[in-house]
């Protein structure tokens, strides 16, 4: 065979007759996703109706208000038909409330866009946003330190704390994202998470024991409008937004260079370093802007982002655009939402986002976009799965005819000093505040012994509190235990998948409804529906990644806003007392309190014990747990509606403590090793954890009372950090 014949086609050595076989095309080189996207989506048409979207929804803005001023009076003040503008009454109406209102609503909800947008296109974050990234906890507490501390009245001054505190959380988060590895998605929003947390819990430290920075700050919180009168605040703000936008426009052509790898970038003749750097100055200004001419709202930059990634595509100068359209519209129908759902009040902006806009963070997190980001940890991806169980230490035997006992060696010498550290909390709790008391005669009266005034006032006055604490520490170290242990994930605590704030909110709904404060069932009732929830939406509590906890965060923000409306509708007296429960206090708390969490903790523990064994199994994949015997689904859910009835318990007595749930297996299985899941104790370190905080804040400041869940918030951030930080080969 000669080498023409080899390379013959096999057309060639048919019949003569035969016609030819057809050749097939060659294919044509197929563009890039984001330039097929761009090249078929009608952007511009979109863009003419978002425009006229938004000039009706600013029309309909200056037409809605109290005062009875129609859309007709409004158009003859601007065209100034008649001599409306001589008119004192139209004038004040439409010229100092209604236009720097409606202007402000355009311009800040383009800030928070814009913000949004470019801060998720330089994190690459679809789940990027300035108020879940810590952003808008850090202005917030700024503007807050100003008011109490310094006395700062002025929207200069606003602006400048605002800014400071901003400066601060973002930097705080893009080093905490950076960290060990390089930043996640998942590891950005969880450590804005802390930031927020801990940023919130100092500015519960400013407010609590001032009636008068707190009035200011509960309406303020909520995120409104309302206060804009005149054209003063929004020319003092104007340059700083101007600067903000500026700086977001230089950086969308180094940012979309950027969307193309660093290296890249740089061949192209950009610098990473100083893009990144001026895209969060630019996010920074804008962001404290908006906070201090609405106050901090969340969802509003994830939420214009969102549309307009689905709407522009990728290429982020249209990203950008349609953010800020978006953004505007958003805000100023929210607005006008606000003026007319509950007259003759106004209800919170921040509320109506919220409610757009955490449905918006679930589809994110459920679209196959976010679900190709595979939002994990890269250092928990790589750590290698281990093959078998890590060897118990040896166990003690106890043995008494037919009848045998196992006791594990290490968790039996953890419980037995998480015990005697509890004792000795106790009666440190008993003796703080009581000077004239010594340790010993306190430690006496702890038992009943001793003078009969140091009884009374110990075991009257203090211990009741304290039990209280046991309880409520006990339960939530429980619930914390069970919830990680269920989802495979030491995140997965009450308080990150919305229980808590579920719980509060419920008590709050029926303390509103009965005139009295909520009857105890009110907590697990509002638990078990925001869990529920939660694990409809995202799946179940195994879900894959960290979607039930980006879930449960936004069902966090959901009934956060629902406890801001109920506390900002109370009188100041009622809403102060009220504000101190919400954020954790012990403070009257007796032993009538107690009593159904103890009755609960009599009940629920010993359960939790006899389900330990094969709550240990589910650590493992459902088909290893089936063969060795056990159902996952009724394991689940057994341990579900025990977490759910002991967090609900626990927040109907003290209210949402944080981190207690998160810190308490952790610790504990430290402590016990990762051979067994530690439900003893974690409900011994939660109380332990509890009374600790509980007695910090009581003698922290002299004759200033800090309740508990904020000592616990704030000491929680850092170590929700440590969390993040410090995973090499723990328990999950």
């Known amino acids: 065979m000669t080498s023409s014949q080899v390379g013959e086609p096999t057309a060639s050595r048919t019949a003569p007759d035969a016609p030819p076989p057809p050749r097939p095309p060659e294919p044509e080189p197929a563009p890039a996703p984001a330039q097929a996207d761009d090249r078929r989506r009608p952007v511009w048409p979109i863009a003419l109706g978002a425009v006229a979207a938004l000039l009706a929804l600013a029309a309909l803005s200056l037409s809605v208000g109290a005062g009875e001023v129609g859309a007709g009076r409004v158009l003859d003040y601007l065209l100034d038909r008649g001599g409306a503008r001589g008119d004192g009454r139209l004038a004040l109406v439409v010229g100092d409330l209604r236009l720097p209102r409606t202007a402000t609503a355009l311009l800040v909800g383009a800030a928070l866009g814009v913000a949004g947008a470019q801060l998720q296109s330089v994190t690459r ?13 850090g202005a917030s507490l700024g503007v807050v330190l100003g008011i109490a501390a310094l006395g700062v009245q ?213 679209s196959r976009r976010t679900a190709a980001l595979d939002l994990t940890d ?68 702890v038992f009943g012994y001793g003078e009969r005034l140091d009884v009374l006032l110990v075991q009257r ?11 409520a520490g006990a339960a939530l170290g429980l619930a914390g235990c ?52 939660v694990a409809l939406v995202s799946g179940g509590l195994g879900a894959r990644g960290y979607r039930v906890l980006v879930v449960g965060l936004a069902m966090s923000a959901l009934a956060s806003a629902v406890i801001q409306v109920a506390l900002a509708r109370r009188s100041l007296n009622s809403a102060g007392s009220l504000y101190v429960w919400t954020s954790g206090s012990l403070n009257g708390r007796d032993y009538a309190v107690a009593t159904p969490v103890l ?55 003290c209210g949402p403590v944080g981190f207690v749930a998160l810190a308490a297996p952790v610790l504990a299985g430290r402590l016990a090793g990762p051979a067994r899941v530690p439900v003893l104790g974690s409900a011994l370190t939660g109380a332990l954890l509890v009374v600790l905080a509980d007695t910090l804040g009581r003698v922290l400041i002299g004759g200033v009372e800090i309740p508990v869940g904020i000592v616990t918030t704030v000491l929680g951030g850092p170590f929700l950090l440590w969390v993040l930080l410090g995973r090499r080969g723990d328990p999950a």
């Open 125 to 137: 974050n679809p789940l990027a946003e300035t108020g879940l990234l810590g952003i808008n906890a």
């Open 599 to 653: 009755l609960g903790l009599a009940v629920l523990v010993p359960l939790a014990l006899v389900v330990a064994r094969r709550l240990a199994v589910l650590r493992f994949d459902d088909s290893v747990a089936a063969s060795l015997g056990v159902d996952p689904g009724r394991v689940r859910l057994a341990c579900l509606l025990l977490a759910v009835a002991l967090a609900g318990l626990a927040v109907g007595v």
């Open 461 to 471: 006055f203090r211990l009741g509190r304290i039990v209280a604490g046991l309880a």
């Open 378 to 445: 890269p250092a928990e991806a790589a750590r290698p799965r281990q093959a078998e169980p890590p060897a118990p230490a040896p166990d003690l035997v106890l043995r008494r005819g037919a009848w045998s006992l196992l006791l594990p060696r290490r968790s039996l010498l953890a419980a037995l000093g998480l015990a005697a550290a509890l004792l000795t909390a106790v009666v440190v709790s008993a003796h703080a505040g009581q000077s004239e008391l010594g340790l010993g005669r306190t430690f006496q009266a």
């Open 154 to 366: 002025t929207s200069y001054g606003y602006l400048a704390c605002a800014f400071g505190g901003a400066v601060l959380a973002s930097t705080l988060v893009l080093l905490i994202a950076g960290a060990r590895g390089g930043g996640s998605p998942m590891r950005l929003v969880l450590g804005g998470s802390a930031v927020g947390a801990t940023f919130g819990g100092l500015t519960g430290v400013l407010i609590v024991n001032s009636p008068e920075t707190y009035d200011r700050y509960r309406v303020w919180v909520l995120g409104s409008l309302a206060g804009v009168e005149g054209w003063a605040t929004l020319r003092q703000l104007a340059p700083v937004l101007a600067a903000g936008f500026l700086l977001a426009l230089l950086a969308t052509r180094p940012l979309t260079a950027l969307a193309l790898g660093d290296d890249l970038a740089r061949g192209l003749g950009h610098r990473p370093g100083a893009t990144r750097a001026t895209v969060a100055i630019a996010v920074t200004l804008l962001t404290a802007s908006a906070v201090a001419l609405a106050g901090p709202i969340s969802f509003l930059g994830l939420l214009a982002g969102f549309l307009a990634r689905a709407v522009a595509g990728p290429r982020v100068g249209r990203l950008t655009l349609f953010a800020a359209l978006f953004g505007a519209a958003a805000l100023t129908g929210a607005d006008v939402l606000a003026r007319v759902v509950a007259r003759p009040f106004e209800a919170p902006v921040s509320v109506i986002v919220a409610l757009v806009g955490a449905p918006a963070l679930i589809a994110i997190v459920r």
């Open 482 to 533: 069970l919830t990680q242990t269920l989802a495979r994930n030491r995140l997965a605590t009450p308080e990150l998948l919305g229980v808590n704030d579920g719980a509060t909110a419920a008590v709050l709904i029926s303390a509103t409804a009965s005139g009295t404060f909520g009857a105890w069932w009110a907590g697990p009732l509002g638990a078990l529906v925001a869990v529920l929830v």
